[in-house]
């Protein structure tokens, strides 16, 4: 059996939903993401719209805190970490590193109508399918390789 963090890993990776939930929120995002090689999340989210407005740092704070759900019907990965908006040439390298894993056209636009959050992981907690939760260390997490399989992970 793989170590929970590749396994943590190979669901965040996969062609997956992401589900985001800000703190102040009401309700969980749909969100387009890919996770760059250390294994941060790389949110895609339209400027202007409800997640971008959600995660606006605010009281002069740089990031936000945020929790990103991803999964299918048998197992399930939440990240939970601290997001902040890239520009310049951050967010040109982040969506350079999101194409490579989900190559969507609204990545011509950052910049220009759409944007790129990175979320720097704090907690990994993945469910089996069994239903039980394991707290994955985040460092294991960053360190760990997606197992690498012919069609996505479901």
């Given at each position: 059996?793989?170590?929970?963090a590749a396994t943590a890993r190979?669901?965040?990776c996969g062609h997956h939903a992401g589900i985001a939930q800000v703190p102040w929120a009401d309700s969980p995002f749909?969100?387009?993401h890919a996770v760059d090689s250390v294994g941060r999340p790389l949110l895609l989210v339209r400027v202007g719209?409800?997640?971008d407005r959600a995660l606006t740092p605010r009281d002069g704070d740089e990031d936000t805190a945020m929790v990103l759900a991803v999964g299918g019907d048998r197992s399930r990965v939440w990240i939970s970490g601290w997001a902040t908006g890239?520009?310049?040439l951050a967010a040109r390298a982040a969506a350079l590193e999101f194409a490579e894993a989900n190559p969507a056209s609204d990545l011509l636009d950052v910049g220009?109508?759409?944007r790129l959050y990175r979320l720097d992981v704090a907690e990994v907690r993945l469910q089996c399918?069994?239903?039980h939760l394991t707290d994955v260390d985040a460092d294991d997490y960053a360190a760990a390789e997606p197992e690498v399989s012919s069609?996505?992970?479901?």
């Open positions: 059996m793989p170590h929970p190979t669901i965040a749909r969100v387009r719209g409800a997640l890239l520009a310049g220009r109508g759409f399918p069994a239903g069609s996505p992970v479901r």
